[in-house]
């Protein structure tokens, strides 16, 4: 009877080792400047040590799997993990480093487990830092994605915004890859403008200014950076104007919980489509969502479970370089 138990308790754990496979340790290190390859049937793991502030783009290729990347810690926390982002099945991250520290990245199949030959190529990327009230020139070199950086304080509130003859477009996230921001035609014409982006945390954040379609980039592109205000909302009218130089505009308000608002709109061309999203920082989804044309005033009545830092975001797209800015009254107040 022990056997047949000690028999079962192999069989059990076989089973368990077959469904689970842990990654092969990979004795080579990685570094910049350098393709690593090999043929596998499970994921392998590389150690990276780096500095911080250290940015590297991580580029798996294979023509037998679907390869996909992640980043870990040494204590084992996903930082960054990617699936197609180098195009086809190949996967890319661009990561830049928290702090000083070996970092861990492990190279897996997107669906099932990898089998076949595989490649990693790991390129350094210099991260220029820009400074509140920097304009920066990017000159065209062929490349598609152009990489910056920058520090802020917990609460900063930064307008960001890139012209080009070329059309481009702007994200900024953490360094560990969450994606705060991102925009395409905010500004005149084509150009992106990311307006009033409020950071909740201090740190260092990555700025990436992008082609679309994998286009190479032909064209200068001029960055700015900026440090503004909020611009907060009540009941006595805001005039804003959209359309001149951004189609957007962020307002803010100190919400209280359960309370219910009234947003009133007063437009200057009511032919002009307005899209108004309620959100507040960490929601992925706007909290109240309203559009409306052909209409001289607007009223939106929303309530917030939860109060405290809210944005009212108000976007008024123009079709052609914003030949016809559009003057908007707003004002806030408590609805019963």
Not at 90 to 110: E, K, R
Not at 212 to 226: A, I, K, Y
Not at 300 to 311: A, E, I, N, R
Request: glycine fraction near 8%.
């Amino acid at each position: 009877m022990r056997t047949l138990r000690l028999s079962g308790l192999i069989g059990t754990l076989l089973g368990l080792m077959a469904i689970w496979v842990w990654p092969a340790a990979a004795q080579q290190t990685l570094a910049p400047g350098q393709t690593v390859s090999g043929n596998t049937n499970v994921a392998v793991a590389y150690p990276m040590p780096m500095q911080i502030g250290d940015a590297f783009t991580i580029i798996a290729r294979s023509e037998a799997f679907d390869t996909y990347l992640q980043i870990q810690d040494s204590a084992g926390n996903l930082l960054a993990e990617d699936d197609d982002g180098a195009g086809g099945l190949d996967s890319q991250i661009t990561f830049v480093a928290p702090q000083s520290a070996t970092y861990t990245v492990t190279l897996s199949a997107a669906f099932g487990d990898p089998s076949g030959p595989y490649s990693i190529e790991v390129e350094s990327v210099n991260l220029r830092l820009l400074t509140y009230g920097d304009n920066f020139l990017i000159q065209p070199d062929g490349g598609q994605a152009y990489y910056l950086g920058f520090e802020a304080s917990a609460g900063d509130v930064v307008n960001i915004f890139a012209a080009s003859a070329q059309d481009t477009r702007l994200r900024v996230t953490t360094i560990t890859g969450q994606e705060v921001a991102v925009d395409d035609d905010d500004g005149p014409g084509t150009d992106p403008y990311i307006r009033r982006l409020y950071l909740p945390e201090g740190g260092l954040y990555r700025l990436t200014v992008e082609t679309l379609f994998d286009d190479p980039l032909l064209s200068q592109v001029e960055l700015t950076l900026q440090k503004t205000e909020a611009l907060y909302v009540g009941p006595e009218p805001t005039e804003i104007e959209l359309g001149s130089a951004h189609d957007t505009e962020v307002l803010t308000l100190d919400a209280a919980d359960g309370q219910r608002y009234r947003l009133d709109i007063r437009t200057h061309a009511p032919d002009a489509m307005l899209s108004i999203h309620v959100t507040q920082p960490g929601e992925l989804l706007p909290l109240a969502y309203f559009n409306a044309q052909y209409m001289d005033e607007v009223s939106v009545v929303f309530s917030l479970d939860t109060g405290g830092l809210t944005h009212i975001i108000i976007d008024s797209p123009t079709e052609e370089a914003n030949s016809q800015p559009n003057i908007l009254s707003v004002s806030l107040q408590s609805a019963p």
